[in-house]
Every structure is written in structure tokens, then in C-alpha cells.
């Protein structure tokens, strides 16, 4: 029952943050750029949907290493497996969702719809963690800074959880 309830309070806070203002328009920005490709209105699985599956798991896998990097760098942080077991299963759980998706366009015969934007959500809140992550690190010189300033309130909370400080280290440089 606690390993449910963990599970639940996994998803909640990914959903939560699915839902603010600011992951909405991000998710819808990359709906444009992907253009809204006629698979999505392809009734039934094609290349496509396995390509996002792709770009999700690799952008799951760089958050992931980013992450583990951030966590033996930070003098807060246990460095055990726990936080990487929970969020290997918590990713495991996203991609089911998105087949899930799938298979819910499957039967509400929405074509791919559901899938992708539900997709493109996942893609787009990974590589938020990812970016902040960089940041964090201070590997942000080899980005542009505008795409930092997006996302301050992701880098101010991964300062305040692995550095308990108000401010990113590379920030006082």
C-alpha cells in the first residue's frame, strides 16, 4: 500500500507540473514545431509514434544522467540509489502512460492525437529538468542564456534542493 501511495504522490507532482501556465505553452510550442504532422491524425500506431517514444526515453536518459551528476556533486544530497531507482520506475510509469495514450486514441478514435500532445508534454518537462540541470551544473556556457531565463523557477528549486542556497553557484561568478 505505501509502495501505491509513493507511486501516486510520483505521478501527482508530474501532472501538477504538466498543468501550470508555463508547461501548457511550452507543450503547445513544441506541438508547432513539430508542426502538427499528419500522423496525428493517422488512425493507429506508425514510425512516428515510435520516434517520440525515442525522443522521450533519450531525453528521460539525459535527464537521468544529468541528475546523477548533480547528486554526487551536491554536498545536500545522500548519494544512494533511491533517488534513481524511484525516478527509473517513475519513468518507466510515463512511458506506459504514453502507450496508454495510444491506446486510448485508439479507442476513442482521436487518430494520435491524445499521444502526441500527452508526449510532447513528457518531452517537453524532461528536457526542462535537463536544461535546469546544465544550468545547475554550470554547463550553461555552452547554451543560450535566453533559454535559461524560461526556466528560473526549475533552476532556483534544483539550487534549493541539492545546494539548499538561494542561488545558483555559477551565478555569483
Known amino acids: 500500500m505505501i509502495v501505491l501511495q509513493t507511486l501516486y504522490d510520483m505521478l501527482a507532482v508530474q501532472f501538477h507540473k504538466m498543468s501550470q501556465p508555463k508547461m501548457l505553452l511550452q507543450t503547445a510550442a513544441v506541438a508547432i ?8 491524425f493517422h488512425q493507429g500506431p506508425t514510425i ?13 536518459c539525459c535527464d537521468w544522467l544529468s541528475g546523477s551528476v548533480l547528486a554526487h556533486r551536491s554536498p545536500v544530497m545522500l548519494h544512494n540509489s533511491h533517488y534513481g531507482n524511484e525516478a527509473m520506475i517513475r519513468d518507466a510509469i510515463i512511458v506506459f502512460i504514453c502507450f496508454g495514450f495510444m491506446g486510448m486514441d485508439f479507442v476513442l478514435k482521436s487518430k494520435s492525437f491524445l499521444f ?5 508534454a513528457f518531452i517537453a518537462q524532461n528536457m526542462n529538468s535537463v536544461l535546469s540541470n546544465v544550468y545547475v551544473l554550470g554547463w550553461n556556457k555552452y547554451f543560450p542564456m535566453w533559454l535559461f531565463s524560461l526556466l528560473k523557477d526549475e533552476i532556483i528549486s534544483k539550487v534549493k534542493k ?12
Not at 48 to 60: D, K, P, S, T, Y
Not at 162 to 173: T, W
Open 116 to 120: 502526441a500532445v500527452f508526449t510532447a
Open 48 to 60: 512516428n509514434h515510435a520516434v517520440m517514444i525515442v525522443v522521450l526515453v533519450v531525453v528521460m
Open 33 to 40: 514545431a513539430f508542426k502538427i504532422p499528419g500522423w496525428v
Open 162 to 173: 541539492y545546494y539548499q542556497k538561494g542561488e545558483p553557484e555559477n551565478e555569483k561568478e
